[in-house]
C-alpha cells in the first residue's frame, strides 16, 4: 500500500455520528449470496470471493457495508478528480473481513482506504504480506495492487469505521 497522506481535517464529525447510528447490510447474511452449482450468483464471483464464502459460509455477519446511495450525506475527495464509488465498512468488536482479494471489477481504477477515527489497539487491516495499524483518522492509503490479497479484524473494544474509494477508470 502506498500512503498518500493525511485529510483528517477534511472528515466531517457528522459523518460518523450517522454511521455509527445506522446499521448497514450485514456481511455476507444479508446479500443472500447463493453458492449452488446453478446459481447465476456464484458463476459470477471472483474465485477468491466464492472460497470466502465456501470456508465461511453466508449465513453469519462478518461486518457491516453502508453503501453511498443509503447515506444521507455525501463525500467530495480532495485527492480525486475523476468519477468515484465509495462506501462504509463498520466492524463491531468480533468482527473480520476473511483475507480476500475483490477481483477484476477493480483492475480499471484506483482503490484508497481511509480510516476515519485514529487506531484503537485490536483494529488491524492487513494488505498483502503487512499489517497496517497504529493509523491516525484521514491516513490515506492507495492500493499499489487492486487484485491484493486483503482482509481486516476489529478485535477492539470500539466500532472501526473505515472509508473505501474506488475510481472507475483510468487516471
Given amino acids: 500500500m502506498k500512503y498518500i497522506g493525511n485529510y483528517k481535517d477534511w472528515i466531517n464529525s457528522s459523518w460518523i455520528e450517522i454511521i455509527l447510528s445506522m446499521k448497514g447490510f450485514g456481511a455476507p447474511k444479508d446479500f443472500n449470496i447463493s453458492l449452488d452449482i446453478d446459481s447465476g450468483q456464484r458463476s459470477k464471483m471472483h474465485e477468491s470471493e466464492r472460497k470466502v464464502y465456501e470456508i465461511y459460509g453466508t449465513d453469519k455477519i462478518f461486518f457491516h457495508l453502508l453503501e453511498s446511495n443509503c447515506l444521507n450525506f455525501q463525500i ?30 477493480h ?25 497496517v495499524s497504529r493509523y491516525n483518522a484521514g491516513d490515506l492509503w492507495e492500493y499499489e495492487n487492486s487484485l491484493a490479497v486483503h482482509g481486516a479484524i476489529n478485535i477492539g473494544h470500539n466500532p472501526r469505521l473505515i472509508l473505501q474509494v474506488s475510481t472507475f477508470g483510468e487516471s
Fill in 76 to 105: 467530495d475527495p480532495p485527492w480525486l478528480s475523476e468519477k468515484f464509488d465509495w462506501w462504509i465498512t463498520k466492524m463491531y468488536p468480533g468482527q473480520f473481513i476473511p483475507i480476500h482479494s475483490d477481483g477484476p471489477k
Fill in 107 to 131: 483492475l480499471k481504477g484506483k482503490r484508497y482506504w481511509m480510516p476515519l477515527q485514529d487506531w484503537e489497539p485490536g483494529h488491524i487491516f492487513i494488505y498483502e504480506n503487512i499489517s
